[in-house]
């Protein structure tokens, strides 16, 4: 027996346990690329138009979004799909990587389960290894079904190749991140957050480095978000960065396993800090409480909210050129009048994003409350002198709350933005009429979200289908021609979208009045229905 | 005699098809420490969390400390404290900060009895609760729940989790809570524990309580294991009423014998030239198994009667 027996049916094991999470990650990731290539290219059609596409990711919010900006001369296809999709498709990765490898080492060690397994013939690596090379194994799928689609649509082979390669190298270095994060902390979900908080640190190192010089300065190079654009593949391809990537996965794997030697099953170290004694007078009801269990979380959505806002905000001045350009994006940003119409209908599809944002935390919030109830915790809580009305009202209320600030905050954002872009500071109020005006449907999710958990816990997965479909329907539904009457069927096209266009005073209120009569039932239905018990 | 704090009276409860509870019967009477006796899924959580509000009973009668739980929950649990069998707490606060919380929610505690119930339990309250074994987050709602002037407590299988010393501080505070003249709820399958703390006993089978009454009740229905060392013929014994399990090594014989019958038997015994004599009453180990005993492979040894910690 050495340190790695047992790893083989390790990884067996870790595969059949996470099938249907790893399939859908898969599926998910591969077919974002399947749909995007032909869309781009159905989008932008003449050369006129693909320059002018060019010069958006030439802005600094493109170079955010899209990376060193290689290629943008001549904006073909091949060049449009790195620019264009390579980010999305390593956050994406990066999330996959890190939650996969937490959750089969410090998640497991945490949960006992590991030592479990550590009792039997398993060499002590074996399965830190299994879900490395797990890890490894679906980057390598992604990369490499990635370069099939790319070839599949009559890219160069060898490019092709090259860039599927550089996503899964990057998406295994993000795993052995999360590898040596989880050798540090104690706890699963610490470990996920430090692995995220060093992969947020080399995004912007990177975001800031293409920015401060074309291509990309030695603050960009020291990031591994951005080598794989760094292959320059469909403008100049070179072949080197890519290995960077596999002298740092050694480096990080090498690391990984010397730590995990020096310590013992279950402890890291880093020890976890102490924490206060005793509650502070501040968290002294159930409002308090839940609004305790999500202010990490509030904050969080509420500064990204913000930051993106204030990113879509400023594209605004280069959206008439844009459209002179690609008359086709009309038909995403709405009406069809002059240049006001054109900027105000711009930030208004831009403001759906926010509130798309602003809706998913509804609904994310009233679920906390569910959480609460399924893991045993509510039934502590309302075994004190503290009413069913009461405990799910404040969840509730904690929900509006949030979501409001949350839709303010990416209003906020972007009046700022447009403001400053269009030297108009009116439009720092415009935008956050805008945005509150849309804020009923935020609350709407929220209602069902809490009538669901309320009147009928076993529904709640309905909220997210009908959120996956109204973001759908919003986002794709105007390019690929959706009937109106399914597109009718998002929320997000119920109330006019300010500034575009006029406020419309009864569907708001008709809006609101749904959400208070969905509350009303939602809180009688949780007060005379059993609590689910664990 | 003041009225019960806890009466239940014939009520059932299903889920779904399933039925958790089938005519339960169980009555605490005010200030007394009393046991509730099942294996796992028998129906105890079930039974407290009907007493609770938490789940509502589909038949029967419930009444706790003269309420009605379903409908006046807020009003009774600020006169009760409960401890589940599985404590969850909320990861990101610290032990300290979910017993004060607990406590606000129930309407206050005694800081004096929660800053000694620390000691005595030795709980380091500045750890987050995510990092807390099964055990201390179980002294968590234990502290929390002694800390408080409820008049009830409600402990479900509250020492599923402590160690032996844990669990020797634990009797000490329910006892102190009995002296208090507070009534204990104390769910457990730990049969020594029961047989130190509580005045009566109710076991539960399947959803119906099959056994109630005071220890001492109990234990008139069964056996009495008498060991003697007698002179004459053990064998005299053979057939007399009331006697089982009948064993004789030269001139000691051990036999169980039928409370009902003990007068009979220990006539016959004194009659054989009686030497010694050592009666052990039964265990509540014994009532256990003559309730379970057709259970006994699934409850891969629940409850030993010799005073350790069962599984």
């Known amino acids: ?376 915790r509510a039934e502590l809580t309302l075994s004190t002198a503290v009413g069913r009305v009461r405990w799910f009202g404040s969840a509730l209320l904690v929900s509006v709350l949030s979501s409001a600030l949350i839709v303010v905050a990416g209003g906020v954002g972007m009046g700022l933005s447009a403001s400053a872009a269009l030297e108009d500071s009116s439009w720092m109020w415009t935008m956050t009429g805008a945005a509150l005006a849309q804020l009923p449907v935020a609350l709407l999710f929220a209602a069902l979200a809490a009538l669901l958990t309320g009147a009928a816990p076993r529904l709640v997965p309905l909220v997210w289908a009908w959120l996956g479909y109204s973001i759908l329907a919003s986002v794709l539904g105007p390019l690929v021609g959706l009937d109106d009457w399914l597109l009718h069927l998002s929320a997000f096209e119920l109330l006019p979208r300010l500034p575009g266009e006029d406020f419309d005073a009864v569907a708001v209120a008709v809006a609101l009045g749904v959400v208070l009569v969905a509350n009303a039932v939602a809180l009688a239905g949780f007060r005379r229905r059993d609590l689910s018990t664990v | 005699m003041p009225s019960p704090a806890i009466e239940v009276r014939g009520v059932d409860k299903y889920f779904g098809r399933f039925q958790a509870l089938d005519g339960l019967d169980l009555t605490v009477p005010t200030g007394q420490v009393a046991g509730f006796l099942g294996p796992n899924g028998s129906g105890k959580s079930t039974t407290i969390r009907v007493l609770l509000g938490l789940l509502r009973a589909d038949a029967g009668s419930v009444s706790l400390l003269g309420g009605d739980p379903w409908r006046d929950a807020v009003r009774l649990h600020r006169r009760l404290a409960y401890v589940p069998g599985d404590v969850t707490l909320w990861p990101g606060l610290t032990g300290g900060q979910a017993i004060d919380l607990l406590g606000r929610l129930r309407g206050g505690l005694d800081p004096g009895r929660r800053k000694e119930l620390l000691a005595r339990f030795e709980l380091d309250p500045t750890k987050k609760a995510r990092t807390y074994s099964k055990g201390n987050r179980q002294k968590v709602a234990l502290i929390a729940a002694l800390a408080s002037d409820a008049e009830l407590l409600i402990l479900d299988e509250p020492t599923s989790g402590l160690d032996p010393l844990m669990e020797a501080v634990f009797t000490e505070c329910v006892m102190e809570a009995k002296a208090q003249g507070r009534t204990v709820l104390l769910s457990s399958h730990i049969l020594s524990e029961v047989e130190k703390l509580c005045d009566t006993v109710t076991i539960i089978r399947k959803g119906r309580s099959v056994e109630s009454g005071s220890l001492d009740d109990l234990r008139h229905l069964t056996r009495s294991t008498v060991r003697a060392t007698v002179s004459g013929d053990a064998r005299a014994l053979e057939g007399v009423d009331g006697v089982h399990n009948l064993r004789v090594d030269g001139d000691t014989v051990t036999l169980d014998v039928d409370n009902t019958h003990m007068d009979t038997v220990m006539r016959t015994v004194t009659g054989l030239g009686l030497r010694s004599l050592v009666s052990n009453p039964p265990s509540l180990e014994e009532l256990f198994m003559r309730h379970y005993g057709d259970e006994l492979a699934t409850l891969n040894g629940g409850g030993r009667g010799d005073g350790s910690t069962a599984a």
């Open chain 1, 1 to 376: 027996m050495n340190a790695f027996t047992g790893t083989g049916t390790l990884v067996r094991f870790v595969l059949r346990r996470d099938r249907v999470r790893l399939t859908v990650w898969v599926l998910a990731l591969v077919g974002t690329v399947v749909a995007t290539i032909p869309a781009l290219g159905e989008m932008f059609t003449t050369q006129a138009q693909r320059q002018a596409r060019a010069a958006l990711m030439d802005t600094p919010t493109g170079v955010v979004f899209g990376g060193p900006g290689y290629g943008l001369d001549d904006y073909q296809l091949g060049p449009m799909v790195v620019n264009e999709l390579t980010m999305s498709m390593l956050i994406a990765l990066a999330v996959m990587s890190v939650l996969h490898v937490v959750r089969h080492t410090r998640a497991e060690e945490e949960s006992g389960r590991a030592e479990l397994l550590r009792a039997n013939v398993l060499g002590a690596s074996a399965q830190m290894t299994a879900a490395l090379v797990t890890v490894s194994l679906v980057n390598l799928l992604v990369g490499g079904l990635t370069a099939v689609a790319m070839i599949g649509n009559g890219l160069e082979t060898a490019d092709s190749v090259a860039y599927g390669l550089g996503l899964a190298l990057a998406g295994i270095s993000f795993g052995a991140i999360a590898a040596v994060c989880a050798q540090v902390v104690e706890h699963g979900r610490s470990a996920a957050g430090l692995a995220f908080l060093v992969l947020g640190v080399l995004f912007l190192c990177r975001v800031v480095g293409d920015m401060a010089e074309e291509g990309g300065n030695a603050l960009s190079w020291l990031s591994p978000f951005a080598w794989a654009q760094q292959t320059r593949v469909f403008a100049d391809p070179r072949w080197w960065p890519l290995a960077l990537y596999a002298v740092l996965i050694v480096v990080l794997f090498a690391l990984t396993y010397a730590l995990a030697g020096r310590r013992d099953l279950g402890a890291g170290l880093v020890a976890a800090r102490p924490g206060p004694a005793g509650a502070s007078g501040l968290l002294n009801g159930v409002f308090a409480l839940h609004l305790h269990q999500q202010r990490g979380a509030v904050v969080a959505w509420t500064v990204a909210t913000f930051l993106f806002a204030v990113a879509f905000g400023s594209l605004v001045t280069e959206v008439d050129a844009m459209l002179e350009e690609n008359p086709d994006l009309l038909a995403v940003l709405g009406g069809g009048g002059g240049a006001d119409d054109v900027t105000g209908g711009f930030l208004g599809v831009m403001s759906g994003y926010v509130l798309m944002a602003a809706s998913a935390y509804a609904a994310l919030s009233v679920l906390r409350a569910r959480t609460e109830e399924t893991s045993g």
